[in-house]
């Protein structure tokens, strides 16, 4: 029987590697996609795929960048030719942002969007039509606390990531029909890009390697849930909800009214956006 293959984009270090190298260890054949930026380097795709053969596992480098709109496409042909099959996407590659928006130019916002969204969307887009047909298989995405919460500085990247839990909630109604399962991840862990923003006794605490058993849960066949985002880092997971409070009527003061309405509790979460406006139009304060 084939080894299930898995794409993991942005494996070439931190997060990535670390998911590449667990899925590899679990048994997957894995396709370690990252770009080769600097060619006066050896490529990080290269050096993990070769890790993981020589551990004994299965594995193909693939060094284009993630936002090539050709990319999602070579990916995946990449995946088929070498094993034959595609069974999961692990959509990672990324890439960090520091700039208030008064000292962003547009270009910069663009080109972190594209990597950031544009980029996980071209893999999902190839993949999708060969997991839904063959009616199995499992999509994460990688999204961030930054694109539930917002922060400082991060405007490109927090709507980036917020696109991606938008994008992963609709896909899951979709994959529903399928057998296809969509989730996303907000990883807490200490790499290149998040090392200014831990203190540095949590390094051990804090490794990709604590993150890398839930993407391989998410990206396997075990994986029982779809629409869901998980907050993961330390050893740990939690979820995160997307949720609405009771109903107020706007009548003579707004601001009362959404004063009041930030303030309700029960919160409820909802399977899709039709289900959200049903419960909303039923509801009485």
């Known amino acids: 029987m084939s080894r299930r293959t898995v794409i993991v984009t942005g494996a070439g270090k931190g ?91 547009p270009a910069e916002f663009d080109r972190i969007f594209d990597v950031n969204f544009f980029g996980t969307l071209n893999l999902v887009r190839a993949a999708w039509s060969v997991l839904t047909d063959q009616r199995a298989g499992r999509v994460v995405l990688s999204t961030s606390t930054a694109g539930l919460y917002g922060g400082d500085g991060m405007n490109a990247y927090a709507a980036s990531k917020a696109a991606l839990i938008g994008l992963m909630r609709a896909l899951a109604v979709e994959g529903r029909l ?23 006794g949590l390094g051990e605490r804090m490794s990709p390697e604590r993150v890398a058993p839930l993407v391989e849960w998410l990206a396997g066949p075990e994986c029982d849930v779809t629409g869901q985002t998980f907050v993961a880092g330390d050893g740990a997971v939690a979820a995160a909800f997307a949720v609405e409070g009771p109903r107020f009527d706007l009548g003579d003061d707004a601001g009362a009214a959404a004063r009041k309405a930030i303030q309700a509790r029960p919160w409820r979460a909802f399977d899709d956006s039709g289900v959200a406006f049903k419960a909303f139009m039923a509801a009485q304060e």
């Open 15 to 105: 997060l990535g590697r670390a998911y590449a190298l667990h899925l590899a260890a679990s048994g997957a054949a894995v396709v370690v996609n990252n770009r080769w930026s600097d060619r006066s380097q050896p490529s990080s795709a290269e050096a993990v795929a070769a890790e993981i053969r020589a551990a004994g596992g299965a594995a193909v480098a693939d060094i284009g960048s993630a936002e090539a709109p050709e990319s999602g496409e070579a990916l995946v042909a990449l995946a088929l030719s070498e094993f034959g099959r595609l069974d999961a996407v692990v959509a990672n590659a990324g890439v960090p942002q520091f700039q208030r928006m008064r000292r962003q130019a």
């Open 178 to 200: 399928s057998g296809v399962m969509v989730n996303a991840i907000a990883p807490y862990a200490l790499t290149a890009m998040t090392e200014r923003f831990f203190d540095p």
